[in-house]
């Protein structure tokens, strides 16, 4: 059973442009679930998506987005690239959204903005 | 104060040692987990649990509700087990809250 691949793996972009990040999750699971990585502030959520609708957002500015298609797979958008959105971003996929199903992660994007 | 506070941040120790992290809580929560991050990024999960203890292998996780606490076991520690070990708890559905992490450096 293959496991959540994210792509790109690397990606390197200028401020002001945007970026897509993909996630598809392990089969048949249909929520997925994004994090932002980074050295000072650690893991934090940014959102849930569950059946193409968005559940759950974290406090990150609007310049964050996301989607999720039929198939389950999601992709997040980030917009206006700030020097501090320099992270790595980690989506995991869960069969259901109860809250106590298992969280499978993805090996990440690693995105630096210069 | 974090929502999930995890201690030690930082733990050495020799190969063969027992070893234990903890993690506690401030909020409601469905279930707690326990992941595994290796250098370059990806993260794998240990246990999940929302009562009483798991084990797999050289790893046990305990919870106490009421305390609103949970620890990590190693035995038998290994080099290999050398990783960030980092405790989340599940929230809102699939919200994840995560403490800031354990690095752990298991010597031979």
């Known amino acids: 059973k293959a496991g959540v691949t994210q792509t790109p793996r690397y990606l390197i972009k200028t401020r002001g442009q945007q970026v897509t990040l993909s996630c598809s999750p392990i089969?048949?699971?249909?929520?997925v679930s994004w994090y932002q990585q980074t050295p000072g502030q650690g893991l934090q959520f940014l959102f849930e998506?569950?059946?193409?609708?968005?559940?759950n957002k974290g406090n990150f500015p609007g310049r964050f987005s996301g989607r999720q298609f039929s198939n389950s797979r999601s992709e997040m958008n980030v917009s206006t690239l700030e020097l501090g959105d320099s992270a790595l971003y980690l989506c995991?996929?869960?069969?259901?959204?109860?809250?106590?199903?298992?969280?499978?992660f993805g090996q990440g994007t690693r995105l630096t903005v210069v | 104060k974090n929502e999930v506070e995890q201690s030690p941040q930082n733990l050495t120790a020799q190969e063969g040692e027992f070893i234990t992290i903890n993690c506690s809580y401030s909020?409601?929560?469905?279930?707690l987990h326990w992941l595994q991050q290796h250098p370059g990024g990806g993260i794998v999960s240990l246990f999940m649990?929302?009562?009483g203890k798991k084990k797999h292998g050289r790893l046990i996780a305990t919870i106490n509700i009421q305390e609103k606490h949970s620890s990590l076991h190693i035995t038998a520690s290994h080099p290999r087990d050398s990783a960030v070990y980092i405790c989340?708890?599940?929230?809102?559905?699939?919200?994840?809250?995560f403490g800031a992490g354990t690095i752990l450096r298991v010597k031979s």
């Open positions: 995991a996929s869960s069969w259901d959204r109860v809250g106590n199903t298992e969280a499978f």
């Open positions: 089969s048949g699971h249909r929520s």
């Open positions: 998506y569950f059946s193409e609708t968005q559940r």
């Open positions: 909020v409601g929560i469905s279930a």
């Open positions: 649990l929302s009562s």
């Open positions: 989340a708890a599940s929230q809102d559905g699939n919200k994840l809250v």
